[in-house]
């Protein structure tokens, strides 16, 4: 009796196994896709009547206007920009296109970030797999970012960072500025397991970028993915930028004495009420009803020069509209995205400005050997000096006649 028992049991649990074996097998069968690729995606991509050969090659060879429309770029800076990523796109992506797939990758990617239209919207237009679009978007902008971010949008050295104070002074009247620093935020959707990590006061999900411009409204400085629910002094100080200026880590000028001054005065960022007080970083005063004159007009010199960062979170919002939406995306490649409109927009102002007459030399204009080799020096000694003392210093200076302008008094 024992014996049937334990041949029963044995029994039972080989049919379990099998059982388990064959509910395993059938959850993890492959599902036999009706297409491995559409016939009209398979053929027509490149050749038939998608917009590759109907809209961009006909713009390309008889309406710059509207090709300038329609991926923001001239002619001419396209097939710059085509030039630089083309080699970096065929050795990433395109093993599995052919090798002219690379300019239409290149144009839909631009179509995309400029006017923002939906993955479905771009896979009929193109005649390209969903799949497809999802896994090149992320890739191309990686490409973009990895190739077109060293020569465009890197940290400037010294003597960049003292060009950069001199067109502050001479175009916003603002001396010994480096750069007008604030964040912007993103919004994406709720990443994995992240709570309420990158859920802001706004009531979405974001991600803030950290970034500093000159007086071309060109980036200079960035830090993309601090939690949207910092505040921009919380994120300044525990992000790259603010842990690099503390520390020295970014080489700024020596201090020098203000034109036609003998006040010796160090180089600084200008920021909003949110950003603290420091001896790299000067913002306005808080605004009391027993305000001084030499205060008044420190405020109102410091926000006239402060406004180009605003201008440019503009224009790369309103240039590559895809800023303008919600990136549904995982995480990474969402900052993958913003990068590669960052590289875009710098190289884009960069152009404009090659191609104007008079322009005069800048950072990005400088060999890249010669910025890397004054990067890797030791780091900057600190500046002992009060900020507070600094901060009325300068306003006591721009009411002087070496520093005041005569519009600056209709302003108070």
Known sequence: MELIHQNLNQLNMI?????????????????????????????????????????????????????????????????????????????????????????????????????????????????????????????????????????FLRTPSTEDFRRIAQEYEEQLHFPHCIGAIDAKHFEIKKPEHSGSLFFNYKNFFNISLMAVCDVHRRFTMVNLGDYGSANDAGNFANGDIGSSLENGEIRLPMPEPLQNSNAVCPFYLIGDGGFPLKSYLMKPYLRTNNMSIPQKIFNYRLSHARQVIECAFGELSKTWEVNMKKLEWKLSNCELIILATLCLHNYKITMDLREKRGYKYHWIDAPEEFVENEQHNAIAP???????????????????????????????
């Open 15 to 151: 049919w379990n196994l099998y059982c388990n074996w064959l509910r395993n097998a059938e959850e993890n069968q492959e599902v036999l896709r009706r297409w491995w690729a559409k016939p009209h995606i398979k053929f027509n991509y490149l050749h038939g009547y998608g917009a590759f050969r109907t809209v961009y090659h006909y713009y390309k060879m008889h309406d710059e206007e509207e090709f300038y429309s329609f991926c923001r770029l001239t002619i001419r800076q396209f097939n710059c920009l085509y030039e630089m990523v083309a080699p970096n796109l065929l050795k990433h992506i395109c093993l599995h296109f052919d090798l002219s797939m690379l300019m239409l990758l290149d144009i839909l990617i631009y179509s995309y970030l400029a006017a923002a239209d939906s993955v479905n919207k771009n896979s009929a237009f193109y005649n390209l797999g969903k799949s497809t679009l999802y896994a090149v978007i992320p890739e191309v902008c990686s490409v973009i970012s990895s190739v077109v971010g060293p020569k």
């Open 382 to 412: 600190p500046i002992n000096v009060n900020e507070i003392h600094l901060r009325q210093e300068l306003s006591q200076y721009l009411i002087s006649p070496a520093g005041s302008v005569p519009w600056q008094w209709t302003k108070i």
